[in-house]
């Protein structure tokens, strides 16, 4: 009875963590913006259903012979999340929550303290709970790594692959979120420098004959690497130490220029020295 009750007294820290991690692999940018991610007013009941809605949707969209780690990946990483079992948030909870204003959705050493608190409950009343989801995000972050280096899998694919990456660290990793930053870091980094992402935003921020062919396809992409960017780093600021400055975030590399995946607007076209 008292590992439920844990549970329950925990979810309103941790669920904010979850919804942030499954809006990188549904690459859903607009739902993450909005208010019912970032303040709790979607119910959390609501909430595990769209996550077990959009990775089916995944599953059932992807080539099962093809794309096999993809598809275990994406399997290993639902099956983690239901091994959490969180339970539902008070209606009080998510009442308060709902109230945040756009000046208080900036991280406060409240927010860190209590996500630490969290997992440390999930570990000390649920620890093999706890772990046997470890292991199975750990386990879908090597099939995804196995994915993402498949240089026969098409470029969505591969990007894909990178995002249930970044999703399986931040998971595997909850009880250390520095860890998991320094491990998505690096995934984002290889993400970058894929030949066909630094081709695709240089034909997108230059134009050119290139750029009317395949247009929607090469749109969509650039918007999934920045949601990516954008979640990411909404995750390192909230939940660790690490702070970083607009140039010391990973770039991309597009021939003789640089493009910031997050301020590429405002610092297009900048000179790699």
Not at 159 to 172: D, F, G, P, T, Y
Not at 221 to 237: C, H, Q
Request: with cysteine; glycine share 4%.
């Amino acid at each position: 009875m008292s590992e439920v009750t844990e549970f329950k007294c925990s979810n309103s820290a941790i669920t904010p963590v979850l919804k942030l991690v499954f809006a990188i692999v549904s690459g859903n940018l607009r739902t993450y913006g909005a208010e019912k991610l970032q303040d709790g007013g979607l119910a959390d009941q609501k909430f595990r259903g769209w996550i077990v809605r959009e990775l089916d949707d995944i599953k059932f969209k992807l080539d099962a012979n093809a794309r096999k780690d993809l598809l275990v990946s994406i399997s290993c990483l639902g099956k983690g999340y239901d091994r959490l079992q969180l339970q539902d948030t008070t209606s009080a909870g998510a009442s308060s929550l709902a109230e945040t204003t756009t000046a208080q959705k900036f991280v406060t050493l409240d927010d860190a303290l209590a996500l630490a608190n969290t997992v440390g409950k999930l570990k000390i009343k649920s620890n093999k709970r706890f772990e046997s989801a470890k292991e199975s995000f750990k386990e879908a972050g090597m099939k995804a790594s196995e994915a993402f280096h498949n240089a026969s899998l098409s470029t969505e694919d591969r990007v894909l692959a990178s995002k249930v990456r970044i999703a399986s660290a931040i998971l595997e990793q909850l009880d250390n979120p520095d860890v998991a930053a320094t491990d998505c870091l690096r995934y984002l980094r290889e993400l970058h420098a894929m030949p066909a992402i630094q081709q695709i935003f240089l034909v997108h921020l230059q134009g050119g004959i290139k750029s009317f062919f395949k247009k929607e396809t090469r749109a969509n992409i650039v918007e999934t690497i920045t949601m990516i960017n954008l979640i990411l780093a909404d995750f390192i600021s909230k939940f660790t130490q690490r702070r970083m400055a607009v140039i010391d975030w990973p770039m991309i590399e597009c021939g003789t220029r640089v493009v910031h995946p997050i301020h590429y607007d405002e610092l297009k076209k900048l000179q790699v020295k």
